[in-house]
């Protein structure tokens, strides 16, 4: 099975940039459908960001669309979401999961693996 490091968060005025990275081992990152979440204190875990291992679709949550970019690095084994324009209500614990699952999800129970987080603070 895969596991998952994400990384990269930390704490950014609003409009700044930041780049996550998760770094897969065990598996090639390829071969799985990735996704990425957030957690807000006090909330619940919600969808960013989506990409499928077959045909490379990406889905996008509407408040990140436009803002934030999912990119894979076969040769790294690693996936990056690119976060642009970051407001204070992108603050949150960023996760990423896989899943080897036909169909892309967009709900947490569509994944299997899951790394331990990066916390991300936008300032106002």
């Known amino acids: 099975q895969v596991q998952l490091v994400e990384s990269g968060g930390g704490l950014v005025q609003a409009g700044g940039s930041l780049r996550l990275s998760c770094a897969a081992s065990?598996?090639?990152?390829?071969?799985?459908?990735i996704g990425w979440f957030r957690q807000a204190p006090g909330k619940e875990r919600e969808f960013v960001a989506a990409?499928?291992?077959?045909?490379?679709?990406?889905y996008y949550a509407d408040s990140v669309k436009g803002r934030f970019t999912f990119s894979r690095d076969n040769a790294k084994n690693t996936v990056y979401l690119q976060m642009n324009s970051l407001k204070p209500e992108d603050t949150a614990v960023y996760y990423c999961?896989?899943?080897?699952?036909?169909?892309?999800?967009?709900?947490?129970?569509?994944?299997?693996?899951w790394g331990q987080g990066t916390q991300v603070t936008v300032s106002s």
């Open positions: 990409n499928s291992r077959i045909g490379g679709s990406t």
């Open positions: 999961a896989a899943t080897r699952t036909l169909v892309v999800a967009t709900s947490t129970a569509g994944y299997d693996f």
């Open positions: 065990g598996r090639t990152v390829s071969s799985y459908n």
